[in-house]
């Protein structure tokens, strides 16, 4: 009688497990969209002289991942105001890094030689990163604090004063 | 209270036993002193969780092993299954950004409530999930509470039964015999042999019994059902068990599937029609969809495939004319027709060179629309690209930009560099699309470089077109063979519970009185035309319904 | 290939008119045995088996039917609801004779058949004309997925039958008290439930056979998966006069009816499905006509037709129509479970790559299932035997014709034929 018993103690728990763990998973967030307090998914991509750059190289410090392509308008708007707190704070240790959406180099090079953009840009080939990230809208930036966690997710074109408070914010916070 | 469960015979029962294990007498003293006909579910086996005592596991364990439970569940899991389907899911739309503004705008306030309270993923939802994983409890529990003790009282069966175990069943006969009683057995049992079944005797007693494996069947059923449900769910625990993704491909596009090594090419998208002589009379001359084809041919990168300076190096794996029903098949990864759209876009024009001030023509030259080369060397002269515009367009300034990464009306911007021109060279803009071109005015753009030259194609053999994108669905199921195989065992158990039936014929002759009881699961007219032909064999004429023995009664 | 679909639908209307005389055999074996000269016993097994060789040579027919179709389509005919609808017709007819052969019981013949003559007369509302299938129709497993679907279905239609039979056979017409008065009603409720369908097929059928027409230009309204919102304008045509016309729609024709030249009445918005407006004036019309037929039966045979149909199944045994119930429910369940759920599944995952993907069509397949099997424990593991049971089965054969049915007309999805009424 006492083998029984633990023969159905070990039921009930391997049911409990296997159960909790099906109905915990309707829980969880479907698919995989990325939320503040996550970290963000390596790369290994090519900037615009064909060196390769990884994720890992820009830990340390608080950095600013934008994801932009030319033939999206509000990218395009926002680039002088990234650059502009780009050369604002880089000297406080910001790091800004835009991720051109998997278009040509020489129409990367033509956007960026004309509106002048110094922080580094690297280009994503056949979407990998962008669907790796799960973005869903054009621009979508990054705030990643130093020790490599993502603390704001923004969608659509931000201003300078936008992105000076959220800076300020990670800067601080470092 | 604890009931004396020791029966007359002498054999010691569990609590919660109802018929003697033994000899078959009903125990409780309600039963014994009324006549009705005994209910032989599990044999009267007393069930695992039929306990004088239970602690809160016991209750649990008692919760789940109720038939009445597990009916509830299942009315429960119907009902909301029927709820789910008043409006169509979240899940049946590919791109819903606002769910609750649609539901609301399309079906109004009922929508809005239908939306509210969730039932817009009913299937999805953590109650639905849980009424899943009671049921697969209940199945569990309920089997093992009942098989081991239906098991044993199957494996020991005594011949020899009360006689009001006998004389209780659904099918009954009492009558004289002549002859010795022993010889009388014997001969039956003979002609029980016959009609397959396995007959055991003791003395004037006999116990025939067959198609016993068709008790197992609503065990096998069960069984059958867990292991399917523990394939759906695994599928979503074990990593690259399971993958849902989309590709888009235009004819001689090369896509990455994503989250995998492999490529997907597609050589072309067919839509086939049905012709006007496998059409019925009312519908010839109408175009009917036969079967859409994209021809795909599938790499997989062996090389470079996370360097991203490098191009990946590939290798064909797999080639098939994907089909509706008839998907390309790689390694467990699937590549189904799914949509496709009517897309008219460029794969790649071979335009050709003309100096307007000789009227020489050179060329033609290969110009893909993605990913072009930076340098083309035409005659004499060399095109550099500058820049390229897969759909061109002006910005808020009138500046040139592109307004999407697809070349849907595609521009390039070549420095053309040669004899006779100045060193830096002569910038042009070329428009493969005849329609661009005149939109947005190539000519008068590129001003005096225009007089100098054009570009331009031929012969439309000059033009590779895409008139489709083909959409493939890219899955991966590696639960699939555990679910095939649990709907497998459930079909095998529901065969041999339902089309088979477990038949006990129990005899015994007491001074010359013969009394015969039969029991069935199933099919109780079977049992009595079998019991009535046997008895007729036997020298006993009686018709077959006269054995119910419900009909005594009245 | 013309020929071949020109036999086809001759064979139809010759099944039709042989399962109608076999009915009218079966009825005479029943309701006439207390008038024949001869001994009851006799004059009911002759009259039955005149019944039972009509129905025979009734179905060889629909079989001509069936095959004929097949040859002049190119395919088996199991693809619009016309066929199904049909298919289902010869699969019920064959149940009822495993059934009838299996228990010898003369009288199931004269509740199946016009069960059957109802469903074939149902399938001939629908447009009978060929249709070239659509690639994902175009699949071995979709024939096995139907075929075998149909016969489990049939065979729960025959469970109906015996349950029917038995409730109407069994309700005391004697007894006062509330839960007599209740059997009573739901006994009547029932047949009266049959009454409008057949009020239905009358409707329709009489208002085609006089021409009848009227239509509508609708314009809706609807907000797609991304929020733009959709005007459409789309023609709505009628075959019966419009009680109720489409919501926000104007008329284009109507022909005038008993005085009727306007619309009575305008559909609600609330019910949008395809066409709802239509099936809403039908819905009506259906439960009009069956009301006055009903109002007509009553007035002539002057009782509740549960009573008057009762004392001619004097002579049959509850107890037996209880284990046919139950046994056509148990030979068609491992039937529906193969057909409607695991070659369902198979071809779902060929088709669409998924096995599974809660369609409403699915869903209510699975509540079919789910449904005969709370019927199969409760009556083996809880002992739901005779009158219960019977209810159960009735349940459950109006969520099979739902699923049939009732899931295409109300709701969309991947089963919507095409050309449905």
């Known amino acids: ?174 | 209270m604890i009931r004396n469960t020791k029966c007359e015979c002498g054999h010691q029962n569990p609590v919660g036993t109802v018929l003697c294990e033994a000899c078959g007498k009903p125990l409780d003293e309600e039963l014994a002193a009324s006549d009705s006909v005994l209910e032989m579910r599990y044999d009267g086996m007393a069930r695992r969780s039929q306990k004088p005592h239970p602690n809160p596991v016991d209750r649990v364990w008692n919760f789940f092993s109720s038939v009445r439970v597990a009916v509830w569940l299942i009315v429960i899991t119907l009902a909301a299954a029927a709820l789910g389907t008043v409006f169509p899911q979240e899940s049946a739309f590919v791109n819903l950004t606002d769910p609750a503004a649609y539901y609301r705008e399309n079906y109004g306030t009922i929508g809005a409530v239908y939306h509210a309270l969730g039932l817009s993923r009913t299937f999805e939802s953590w109650w639905f999930i849980t009424l899943m994983v009671m049921i697969g409890a209940s199945l569990v529990i309920c089997s093992l509470d009942r098989v081991l003790p239906l098991y044993r009282a199957l494996t020991r069966q005594q011949v020899r039964k009360h006689l009001q175990f006998i004389t209780r069943q659904q099918v009954v006969y009492v009558g004289p015999i002549q002859g010795d009683a022993e010889a009388w057995t014997a001969r039956f049992a003979e002609i029980l042999s016959r009609k397959r079944y396995k007959v055991r005797t003791d003395g004037n007693a006999l116990l025939a019994e067959k198609n016993r494996f068709s008790r197992w069947g609503p065990y096998v059923i069960h069984i059958g059902l867990i292991v399917f449900l523990l394939a759906v769910l695994m599928r979503g625990v074990i990593p690259g068990w399971y993958m849902d993704e989309y590709v888009g491909l235009d004819d001689g596009e090369i896509e990455q599937i994503p989250r995998t090594g492999y490529f997907v090419k597609s050589l072309g998208f067919r839509i086939d029609f049905y012709s006007d002589d496998e059409l019925p009379e009312h519908l010839k001359g109408q175009l009917r969809v036969k079967q859409f084809t994209t021809k795909a041919v599938l790499y997989e990168c062996v090389a470079y495939c996370d360097d991203a300076t490098r191009e990946p190096e590939l290798k064909e794996v797999a080639a098939h004319d994907i089909r509706v029903n008839s998907p390309l098949s790689y390694r467990g990864l699937r590549l189904y027709q799914y949509d496709f759209a009517e897309a008219p876009r460029l794969i790649s024009v071979r335009p050709t060179l003309v100096d307007k001030r000789t009227g020489q023509s050179y060329g033609p030259f290969e110009l893909p629309m993605r990913h072009p080369p930076l340098t083309y060397s035409v005659g004499p002269f060399t095109l550099e690209l500058r820049d390229s515009f897969p759909e061109f367009g002006l910005d808020e300034n009138g500046e040139p930009v592109t307004l999407s990464r697809e070349p849907n009306a595609p521009a390039f911007v070549f420095v053309i560099k040669g004899p006779g021109l100045p060193e830096e060279g002569v910038p042009y803009l070329y428009f493969p699309r005849e329609a661009d071109r005149q939109r947005f005015g190539q000519d008068r753009i590129n001003g005096a470089a225009a007089e100098m030259f054009d570009i331009r194609v031929m012969s439309m053999e000059d033009v590779e077109f895409s008139t489709y994108t083909s959409y493939l669905n890219v899955r991966v199921d590696r639960g699939m063979p555990y679910v095939w195989t649990g709907a497998a065992i459930t079909m095998i158990g529901l065969v041999m519970g339902i089309y088979w039936n477990h038949r006990r014929i129990w005899l015994r002759i007491d001074d010359g009185v013969l009394s015969l009881g039969a029991h069935t699961n199933k099919n109780r007219f079977g049992l009595r035309a079998e019991v009535a032909a046997a008895l007729a064999k036997a020298g006993i004429e009686v018709d077959a319904k006269m054995l119910d023995n419900r009909r005594k009664e009245s | 290939m013309t020929d071949w679909l020109q036999i086809s639908s001759n064979a139809v209307i010759v099944a039709f008119f042989l399962y109608c005389f076999s009915f009218i055999a079966y009825a005479v074996a029943v309701g006439g045995s207390r008038f024949a000269n001869r001994e009851p016993e006799a004059h009911r097994r002759r009259w039955g088996n005149i019944g039972l060789w009509l129905a025979a040579a009734g179905w060889a027919a629909h079989l001509v039917y069936f095959f004929a179709r097949w040859a002049g389509a190119g395919h088996i005919p199991v693809s619009n609801l016309y066929e199904f609808l049909m298919a289902l017709g010869i699969a019920m007819m064959l149940a009822f004779f495993v059934i009838r052969f299996a228990y010898r019981h003369p009288l199931l013949g004269a509740f199946a058949l016009p069960l059957t003559i109802i469903i074939v007369a149902y399938a001939s509302v629908f447009p009978s004309e060929v249709q070239p299938l659509v690639p994902a129709l175009n699949s071995i497993w979709l024939r096995l997925h139907v075929t075998t679907a149909v016969l489990g279905e049939a065979f729960f239609a025959v469970g109906f039958t015996a349950a029917l039979i038995l409730i109407l056979r069994v309700t005391d017409f004697s007894r006062t008290d509330k839960a007599g008065r209740r059997a009573r009603f739901w006994a009547e409720f029932t047949l009266v439930v049959i009454v409008i369908v057949i009020g239905f097929l009358v409707a329709v059928f009489g208002f085609r056979a006089a021409g009848y027409h009227a239509e509508f230009r609708q314009e809706t309204v609807t907000v797609d998966a991304r929020g733009n919102v959709i005007e459409q304008e789309s023609t709505v045509e009628y075959g019966l006069p419009p009680i109720f016309k489409p919501y926000n729609s104007e008329t284009v024709s109507m022909d005038p009816f008993l005085g009727m030249t306007e619309p009575l009445f305008e559909t609600p918005s609330w019910m949008n499905g395809v066409n709802a407006g239509r099936k809403w004036n039908t819905v009506v019309w259906s439960v009009i006509v069956g009301l006055l037929l009903y109002g007509l039966l009553r007035l002539i045979i002057r009782k509740p037709l549960a009573r008057a149909i009762q004392p001619a199944l004097d002579g049959i045994d509850p107890d037996d129509l209880d284990e046919i119930s139950y046994r056509a429910i148990a030979i068609g369940f491992p039937l529906f479970t193969l057909g409607a759920l695991v070659f369902a599944m198979i071809w779902a995952q060929i088709a669409w790559s998924r096995f599974w993907g809660w369609d409403p069509k699915e869903v209510w397949a699975l509540i079919t299932w789910l449904f005969y099997s709370a019927y199969l424990h409760l009556r083996l593991s809880r002992g739901w035997h005779g009158i219960r049971s019977a209810w159960l089965a009735v349940i459950g054969f109006l969520i099979v014709m739902f699923t049939l049915i009732g899931v295409n007309l109300l709701i969309a999805g991947l089963h919507s034929y095409a050309g449905v009424s």
């Open chain 1, 1 to 174: 009688m006492r083998r029984h018993k633990s023969v159905q103690y070990l039921i009930l728990a391997l049911m409990l497990l296997v159960g909790g763990y099906a109905v915990g998973r309707s829980f969880a967030s479907s698919g995989d969209v990325l939320r503040p307090g996550d970290k963000p998914p390596s790369f290994r991509l090519a900037d615009l002289q064909g060196e390769a750059h990884t994720l890992e190289e820009y830990a340390g410090n608080p950095l600013i991942l934008n994801f932009w392509g030319t033939f999206c308008p509000p990218c395009r708007e926002e680039m002088p105001a990234l650059q502009q707190q780009y050369e604002a704070w880089k000297d406080e240790g910001l790091q800004v890094v835009g991720i051109n959406l998997s278009e040509d180099r020489h129409r990367v090079e033509n956007f960026i030689r004309r509106i002048g953009v110094s922080f580094p840009i690297l280009l994503d080939t056949n979407r990998r990163t962008e669907r790796a990230f799960g973005l869903r809208e054009y621009p979508t930036t990054y705030f990643i604090d130093a020790n490599g966690v993502i603390r704001q997710i923004v969608s659509g074109p931000l201003t300078i004063e936008e992105i000076e408070g959220r800076v300020k914010s990670l800067l601080e916070s470092a």
